[in-house]
């Protein structure tokens, strides 16, 4: 699944994402991946994993999109 980063915490290292379905997804720190919570910011695009938990589903397996130099802003290229 996409989406792209909407908040950030840096104190404690949790945010949301809004996912290409119109929902917001949580998140904390240990599900980013080794690229790191700390290089995540709001509008960065992302790749994720839903994984439903005892209260909501919350995004895992979190990696960085990188945009290609001639992709419009805001499109996707997840696969």
């Known amino acids: 699944m996409c ?11 949790s945010g949301c994402i ?3 379905d ?4 949580c998140f904390e720190r240990s599900e980013a991946s080794r690229d790191g919570v700390d290089k995540l910011r709001v509008g ?6 839903l994984q439903y938990g005892f209260e909501r589903p919350c995004a895992v397996n979190i990696k960085r999109l ?3 130099a001639g992709q419009r ?5 997840c696969s």
């Not at 802003?73 to 290229?77: D, F, R, S």
């Open 3 to 13: 989406g792209s980063i909407t908040r950030v915490s840096r104190k404690d290292g």
């Open 18 to 20: 809004l996912a290409e």
């Open 73 to 77: 802003p805001g499109a996707l290229n």
């Open 44 to 49: 960065h695009s992302v790749e994720f994993e």
């Open 22 to 25: 119109g929902k917001e997804v």
């Open 66 to 68: 990188h945009r290609d």
